[in-house]
Structure formats: C-alpha cells, structure tokens
C-alpha cells in the first residue's frame, strides 16, 4: 500500500510554507527535495569518519572508502550493471555526457562522421556533440519528432549512415515526458553496430532501469534528481568501451605511475576519476537509491502515472490551455501554455501561491523552436506528490487567469 502521506513525513521541507502558504514542490524535474535519511548519511559521514578515500592508511580514509566503494555496488545494483568496473562517478549527466563526448571523439571521430541526437534533447546531450562538430568537424544530425512528442522512428532509421558513430538520446524528455523507445532504438542501432548512450537524467527517478537488458552502451544520471545530493552522478559504460576510451581529465586517483619520462593510467573505473571524489555525495546517493528501492520504483510509477492523468484531465478542463508533449507513453511532467499568457507571468503569479513550477526552455531550445514557442510552464511530479497539490494548481491557475 503507497501511503503518500507518510512518505510525505520523510521529506521536512515539504511542510514547510512558502508566502504563507502550505509549499506545492512541483519542479521535480530540475530538482527532487531530499528525505531525512539522505541528508541524515550526510551529516553522519561528515561528523563520524569524514577523510579523504583511497589513499590513506589510517582508520577514517578506510572508512570513508568504503562507504564511497560500497556506494559504487548500490549503484550497480541501481541499475544492473555487470561489473562495479562499469559505474563511474561523475559530477551528474552533463558531467557524464561531457566525458563520454570528449574521449570518445578523441579516440574514434574523425571529421564527417556523425552522432545522431534528437530534437527533444537537453542542452546537455546536444551541446556537447556540437563542440565536437567544432573541435572534429563532425555533423550532429537530429532526430524530428512528431507534433504528440514522439520520436519519428521511420526518420531515425533514415539518419543512420555508414558516418554514424553513436546515438544519444534521452531515456524520458524533460519538456514533454515522453518515454522513448530506447530498446528498440539500441537494438536498431547494434543492427549497424553504432553504440548508443542513454542520458536517464528524467527516467532514474521514475522506471526501473536494466542496463544489461537494454543492452546501452552508455547510460547517465545525476543523483539530485533521485532524491540525492547535488555534484554527483552516473556514467555507466559497458566495459568494453570504457576499456577503450582514452582517460578524460588528468590528476590524483586516475594514475597508475607518474613520471616526467611516462605516466600510466588506473585501472576501471578510477582511470576516469581524477581528484578528490565527491564521496560524501557519493553516500548520499546511494542511500538515496536504496531510499527510492525501498518504496519500490514500479509503485513510484504507479504512483506518478495517477498524478498524470489526473492532472492531465484537471488542467483540460481550463479553457485556452494546451499540454506540449501528448506521447502514448508518458511519464509524469506536464508542459503547457495558456491562450498568448507568457509563462514567466504564470510562473511568478503561481508562486505567490507557495506553487513552484519551472518556466521558460528548460534547456531545450531546439524543442521549443520546433513548436515555435519561447517557453512553457512545467509541473514535474515527484513521488511525494499528491492529488491534492494538483487540484491546488489548477485552482493556482484558475485564480491567476482571472487576472488576466
Ligand atoms: N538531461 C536531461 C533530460 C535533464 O532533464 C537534465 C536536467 N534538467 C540534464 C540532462 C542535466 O542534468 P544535470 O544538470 O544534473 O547535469
């Protein structure tokens, strides 16, 4: 039995007020808040066995490295990666992403190849593409959507080329929800034997992931949106590829031998960790992990599907207002526009309410192009939401429209 209430108490800022008014959190989407046992793993570690991890002999470096080790085995268990030597710790997706993009183009772009991306795409899994156009001379080509915000699968399978070197494409949008076909599109790729990188920035809070069963080559997350600390995240990489992918930054932990005559790298996964890790946030994330494990992600997407369709049908009931993003498989955020209203006046006469959406592009400018519009205003659902925190939008919006 999902008791949204008592989950609810896990999370102390949830009760607090926000211009007097009882908070309605729903910019989950940039943002998860943190439950108790999270930020509680934190403090723990900070004030009980707080050194630096690998290298130290003494009694806290070896606590603290395995509390950032064992983190390292929830994560794989997160997502059932193969191997620990597969989990690499990252500053979060874009963190990720911008690895991935500046090794593998080093060691296997060359000028006119391709990487295949979509029009529903964060900034985060274009931008870095593009600085290899620069750097490499590459082409990004894009995937279209259709006017719903599904991929065009037909048009995918026409970009690939015998130039396609990687598809990157996000598991869930952040604009839209919608949840791409992300097995179908691995298998076709592998069919070319192009590699496919997953950016699960939206679907790690809401769907169970198996990256053995999707068979990604690559797949990225950041903790903060799965209820964990902020500056950390995933890389998972088969390892194969992370075997062959050259190191990315240069410093402690990433080496094997320095020497002014020749230095050697680490073995998976530290050849990719140079410098102090963020190994507090990498406990805190995995007890949120374990956190979100406990309720069980299938009731968490049960939970969230509900939300969606009921604040689908309530925010249909407003005259003038249209959704973006009406893809058959949804997860639970809610793009939309009222009449010509700009979203920015929405957005801050919500708030005065105590409700928090994000407005604007949400990092995906190309996506807005594309429906020829400057921003939308987003409600993102969290598992503590409730369906009252919607009725209290679509009053929030009822009274604010009044206005206009
Ligand atoms: N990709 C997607 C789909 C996202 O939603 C986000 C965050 N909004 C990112 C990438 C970037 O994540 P981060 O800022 O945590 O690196």
Redesign the pocket.
């Given at each position: 039995m999902y008791d949204v209430n008592k989950i609810r108490e896990d999370f102390p800022i949830l009760g607090r007020l926000v211009y007097d008014r009882p908070l309605v959190y729903l910019d989950n989407?940039?943002t998860t808040q943190k439950p108790s046992c999270v930020v509680e793993t934190i403090a723990h570690e900070y004030f009980s066995c707080n050194a630096n991890v690998h290298r130290g002999v003494h009694y806290l470096s070896q606590k603290a490295t395995e509390l950032h080790e064992a983190s390292r085995e929830v994560v794989r268990l997160f997502i059932n990666a193969k191997s620990t030597n597969e989990i690499i710790f990252t500053?979060?997706?874009?963190?990720s992403?911008n690895l991935v993009a500046t090794t593998f183009g080093q060691e296997f772009l060359e000028e006119g190849d391709e990487i295949i991306v979509s029009t529903m795409?964060?900034h985060?899994?274009i931008v870095p593409w593009q600085l290899l156009e620069m750097s490499k001379g590459v082409k990004v080509k894009v995937i279209p959507i259709t006017e719903q915000g599904e991929l065009d699968f037909e048009a995918f399978e026409n970009l690939i080329s015998n130039r396609t070197k990687l598809v990157s494409v996000?598991h869930?949008?952040?604009v839209l929800g919608t949840v791409n076909p992300i097995k179908r599109i691995i298998d076709r790729a592998h069919q070319e034997d192009i590699p496919v990188l997953i950016?699960g920035?939206?679907a790690a809070p809401h769907t169970p992931i198996d990256v053995q069963e999707l068979n990604a080559d690559f797949y990225v997350f950041?903790a903060?949106?799965v209820y964990g600390p902020t500056g950390v995240?995933v890389l998972y990489g088969k390892e194969e590829w992370l075997d062959k992918l050259p190191p990315y930054q240069g410093g402690g932990e990433m080496i094997q031998h320095v020497s002014f005559s020749g230095t050697t790298f680490n073995e998976l996964p530290f050849k990719f960790e140079a410098g102090t890790p963020n190994f507090v946030g990498t406990t805190g994330m995995a007890k949120a992990l374990e956190y979100v494990q406990s309720l069980g992600l299938e009731n968490i997407a049960q939970h969230e599907d509900e939300l969606l369709s009921y604040a689908t049908k309530r925010l249909n009931e407003i005259d003038g207002l249209r959704i973006y993003g009406e893809a058959k498989d949804k997860s639970g955020v809610i793009s939309f526009l009222v009449n010509d209203i700009h979203p920015f006046d929405l957005g801050t006469l919500l708030d005065r309410l105590g409700i928090a959406v994000r407005t604007g592009h949400?990092?995906a400018q190309p996506l807005m192009e594309y429906y020829g519009i400057e921003g939308t205003v987003r409600a993102s659902f969290a598992l503590y939401n409730t369906k009252e925190e919607v009725d209290s939008l679509v009053d929030g919006l009822n009274k604010v429209l009044k206005m206009f």
């Open positions: 989407g940039a500053s979060g997706t874009t963190g992403i795409e964060h985060s899994n996000a869930i949008s952040n950016d920035a939206q950041s903060h949106k995240g949400h990092c």
